[in-house]
């Protein structure tokens, strides 16, 4: 069964530097999403892209992330500037429609800011 | 967006049939059921998802109310792999952008061998 890839699968960074997650959707896939999860709460939705754009953010989604498609296949999430308080687990996701489509998820990464 | 409600915990016996309930009184006339779980250490995996009839798959059944303000979630045979949060959410039709998923806090399944 075809699976949503992730890497690092941990990512440890000293804070005020650069990272970027990678990810693997699913090949037909249209709907790429980032999705974090800070240790001991919630699921949290980030992003969601399709056609090349950001079709909805979150709050959390400030000026420090980004996300892009810099080919047929990944798809990142880079946080300019890490805080401590960005250490969590984050997620992927793909689906090829909206609503009535799942979206499925990778293991994530785990980022560890220091 | 409209709020699930989900027991925190529940607890059953390996082999033995599971429901899950969710309410979900406020849910819009447009909205799909979905079901995901989290096993420990992992991204959360789809189970199912329903907008007004009964579904059935091969991880789980999912029954639908008929005023569609609560649902159920049927695991018929729980198994130890079965252990996991499982999230109750609803998600509007929109054809055309991403639809967001929120998480709520799930429903903590344990299951006794």
């Known amino acids: 069964e075809p699976e949503v890839t992730q890497t690092p699968s941990h990512q440890v960074t000293q804070m005020g530097q650069e990272v970027i997650l990678r990810c693997v959707p699913i090949?037909?896939?249209?709907?790429f999403y980032w999705y974090r999860q800070i240790l001991g709460q919630k699921v949290e939705f980030l992003v969601s892209?399709?056609?090349?754009?950001?079709?909805?953010k979150s709050e959390i989604f400030d000026d420090q992330f980004s996300v892009e498609r810099p080919d047929g296949s990944n798809f990142t999430l880079k946080i300019r500037s890490t805080k401590l308080e960005d250490s969590a687990m984050y997620f992927c996701?793909?689906?090829?429609?909206?609503?009535?489509?799942?979206?499925?998820f990778g293991d994530g990464t785990r980022l560890s800011i220091l | 967006d409209a709020k699930t409600t989900q027991p925190n915990s529940m607890e059953s016996n390996e082999e033995e049939p599971v429901h899950l309930p969710c309410n979900h009184s406020t849910i819009s006339g447009t909205d799909y059921i979905h079901w995901y779980r989290q096993l420990p250490s992992q991204g959360p995996e789809y189970v199912i998802h329903?907008?007004?009839s009964n579904v059935n798959n091969r991880m789980a059944s999912l029954a639908i109310a008929e005023d569609r303000k609560s649902s159920t979630l049927i695991l018929h045979r729980a198994t130890l792999r079965d252990a996991a949060v499982y999230y109750c959410i609803l998600s509007p039709k929109i054809e055309t952008s991403g639809s967001r998923l929120t998480f709520g806090e799930g429903t903590q399944l344990t299951v006794n061998p």
């Open positions: 329903g907008l007004t």
């Open positions: 090949s037909n896939h249209l709907y």
């Open positions: 892209f399709y056609n090349n754009e950001i079709s909805e």
């Open positions: 996701a793909s689906s090829d429609k909206t609503g009535r489509q799942p979206q499925h």
